[in-house]
Structures are given as structure tokens and as C-alpha cells.
């Protein structure tokens, strides 16, 4: 089954540089990409995705890259700010596992005023 | 209350106790699902309904006992519980299990096991 392995586990960035966050997948059937930010004490929330049909998907500060050769995507912050503080969690599926999500490990973001 | 919301936000129960958890979705979606949240380790997928049939079961203990009685209301049942289960549980929903879609979370259910 699919493995999706996520790095790093914590980042500590100062407010206004950018913060990467890497996942890689195993499943080459994966098609769909979400990323959930979740902040202290809340649910997880999606704040972007990406289908396998394409390379790059930007909103705003945020944007999320695929390499479907290599089998990875990243999740890219710029302009951090404290709010960005949260758990970011990346996860794939395949539309042949039913929509089944599988989560990342969690990257615990920091931005530092 | 918009979206998918579960009851009760905070539960604390022994091991000889039996609970249940709520988790109702206010979005028309076909699917739901358990999670367990416990600290440092990633979401764990526990249980998956596709229009009230229960399509998956990933080796979760028989003390944890979903049900799903209409497409939008979702039940944990929990009885003799570990203290290793203390963790948060999370309901989600998506439109469909037919092809990949977001995921919408509900707040979740502290849960605590003395």
C-alpha cells in the first residue's frame, strides 16, 4: 500500500524568509495531493492541493510542487508569518484506494517574530 | 452549525466505562471517516463509510465500534478502553469514495482513559 513519508518533523524559520516542506509517496497510482495545516487545539484544514495532471499550484504565499518521476512534492511558504505557526501535514491518495487518504508524519512550523 | 461537527468535545472515562462519540456532517457527502490523533505520530486512518456501509476496518481493536446510521451521522462506540487510547479522534467527510476529494475535519474528541 501506499507509504508517504514527510521531513522535516519541526522548522523553525524568522518571520518574512520562506519555509519547504518535502513529502515523498511510494503508490505511483497517486493522483491527488492535499495539504492540512492544523494550528494548536483545531482540526486540520486544507490549504491547497494538487492533482497529478499537473506541476505547480500557487495561492497567494503558498504553493505546492510535484515530481511525479521522482515520486515527491513539496509544500512551499513564502513571506512567513507568526500565523503560519502550525502542524502541516501532507497525504496522497489514488482514486483506486477509494479516496483513502494517507498522511504524512507532520511538520511542526515555527515563525519566529 | 455549518459542516462536520462531533460531540462531545472533551470526554474523560475509565476502562470499565462504555461511550460513544457523534460526528454529524451538515456538507450532502457520501463518505466518512475515523481518525486517531495522538501526540507526535501522524494521522491514523481507523474506519471508512461509503453511504452507510462500512468499506474499510484497518485492524482497529473490537473496542472501538463504529456505526453509521444514515449517510450523515457518523457513531464511535467505546467500551474497555486502554489508556493507550487517550488521543484525539477526528470525524472527516468527503463527497465520495469514487474519486480522490478533500477531506473536511470535524473539532475532534479529546479523549482521555484513566
Known amino acids: 500500500g501506499e507509504n508517504v513519508e514527510q521531513h522535516p518533523s519541526t522548522l523553525s524559520v524568522q518571520e518574512g524568509d520562506s519555509a519547504v516542506i518535502k513529502c515523498t509517496y511510494s503508490?505511483?497510482?497517486?493522483?491527488?495531493f492535499p495539504w492540512y495545516k492544523q494550528e494548536l487545539g483545531k482540526r486540520p484544514q486544507l490549504i491547497i492541493d494538487?492533482?497529478?495532471?499537473?506541476g505547480e499550484k500557487k495561492d497567494q504565499r503558498i504553493a505546492v510542487t510535484l515530481n511525479k518521476t521522482a515520486k515527491h512534492f513539496s509544500l512551499h511558504i513564502t513571506e512567513t508569518q507568526p500565523e503560519d505557526s502550525a502542524v502541516y501535514f501532507c497525504?496522497?491518495?489514488?482514486?483506486?484506494?477509494?479516496?483513502?487518504?494517507?498522511f504524512g508524519q507532520g511538520t511542526e512550523l515555527s515563525v519566529k517574530p | 452549525e455549518t459542516g462536520v461537527t462531533q460531540t462531545p468535545r472533551h470526554l474523560v472515562m475509565g476502562m470499565t466505562n462504555k461511550k460513544s462519540l457523534k460526528c454529524e456532517q451538515h456538507?450532502?457527502?457520501?463518505?466518512m471517516y475515523w481518525y486517531k490523533q495522538s501526540a507526535k505520530k501522524p494521522l491514523e486512518l481507523m474506519f471508512v463509510?461509503?453511504?452507510?456501509?462500512?468499506?474499510e476496518n484497518n485492524s482497529v481493536p473490537s473496542r472501538f465500534s463504529p456505526e453509521c446510521p444514515n449517510s450523515s451521522h457518523l457513531f464511535l462506540h467505546l467500551h474497555t478502553l486502554q489508556p493507550e487510547d487517550s488521543a484525539l479522534y477526528l470525524c472527516?467527510?468527503?463527497?465520495?469514495?469514487?474519486?480522490?476529494?478533500?477531506?473536511?475535519f470535524g473539532p475532534g474528541t479529546r479523549l482521555t482513559v484513566t
Open positions: 472527516a467527510s468527503s463527497q465520495s469514495l469514487l474519486v480522490s476529494y478533500e477531506q473536511y
Open positions: 503508490d505511483s497510482a497517486s493522483n491527488y
Open positions: 494538487i492533482r497529478s495532471n499537473v
Open positions: 497525504a496522497a491518495s489514488s482514486n483506486n484506494q477509494g479516496g483513502k487518504l494517507i
Open positions: 456538507l450532502g457527502h457520501n463518505a
Open positions: 463509510y461509503s453511504l452507510e456501509e462500512r468499506v
